[in-house]
Nanobody, 126 residues
Framework: QANLVESGGGLVRPGNSLRLSCAPS????????VGWFRRPPGKEREFVGA????????FYDDSMKGRFTISRDNAKDTVDLQMNSLKPEDTAVYYC???????????????????WGQGTQVTVSS
């Protein structure tokens, strides 16, 4: 059972933007680092970016740097992924995940994340 729920996926044209949101279900994201990952069709899951528990640190895979931005909304207890200048190669199922231990800085290592969402499909195509 997924403890996180992603939303906001869909079909967009190249160059456009999309904003994904990650919300908890039966838990809180407060105090936990959150990572975003994606699985392109026919490929392994890959790291997108992460945000620290306090929102002060974010980091991204080089291929997303400058185009993707992760932010936290403490009032809503959500973590968003803003994706700009989307490319066809960004097509994937996008997942959010919360780190197992609190007060973390975030990591590209998926093994450090305990709770995952079921994913939301993003398709970039003209």
């Amino acid at each position: 059972q997924a403890n996180l729920v992603e939303s906001g996926g869909g079909l967009v044209r190249p160059g456009n933007s999309l904003r994904l949101s990650c919300a908890p279900s039966g838990r809180t994201l407060s105090g936990y680092a959150v990572g975003w990952f994606r699985r392109p069709p026919g490929k392994e899951r890959e790291f997108v970016g992460a945000i620290s528990w306090d929102g002060r640190r974010t980091f991204y895979d080089d291929s997303m740097k400058g185009r993707f931005t992760i932010s936290r909304d403490n009032a809503k207890d959500t973590v968003d992924l803003q994706m700009n200048s989307l490319k066809p190669e960004d097509t994937a199922v996008y997942y959010c995940a919360a780190e197992r231990s609190p007060y973390g800085l975030g990591s590209f290592r998926s093994s450090l994340y305990a709770d995952w969402g079921q994913g939301t499909q993003v398709t970039v195509s003209s």
